[in-house]
């Protein structure tokens, strides 16, 4: 399976914004479900965010109005658009779909 890679995490202030990106390389990637999920310290991974290939979204009620999730299929990239940023959204941040394997994920901390 191939791996994705996650990027474009970091510190963040509550109320700030963070674009993270997830390049997954494969020519199946644009017939692929794309999803976000998250990890927080001593707490089970959770689901964020889907994309399908055809480009409808849906979203974890925590998210939902303040998350985005798009996709560049050009570039074998889907993105997540995180704005209104709250303590609770710091974790781990991977994606991942079909055929592919849990990548090493990009830290989401939101602190003042």
């Known amino acids: 399976q191939v791996q994705p890679v996650e990027s474009g995490g970091g510190l963040v202030q509550p109320g700030g914004s963070l674009r993270l990106s997830c390049a997954a390389s494969?020519?199946?990637?644009?017939?692929?479900?794309m999803s976000w999920h998250r990890q927080a310290p001593g707490k089970q991974r959770e689901w964020v965010a889907t994309i399908t290939s055809g480009v409808s979204t849906n979203y974890a009620d925590s998210v939902k109005g303040r998350f985005t999730v798009s996709r560049d299929n050009a570039k074998n990239t889907v993105y997540l658009q995180m704005n209104s940023l709250k303590p609770e959204d710091t974790a781990v941040y991977y994606c991942?779909?079909?055929?592919?394997?849990w990548g090493q994920g990009t830290q989401v901390t939101v602190s003042s």
């Open positions: 991942n779909g079909l055929g592919y394997s």
């Open positions: 494969g020519s199946v990637f644009r017939l692929r479900t």
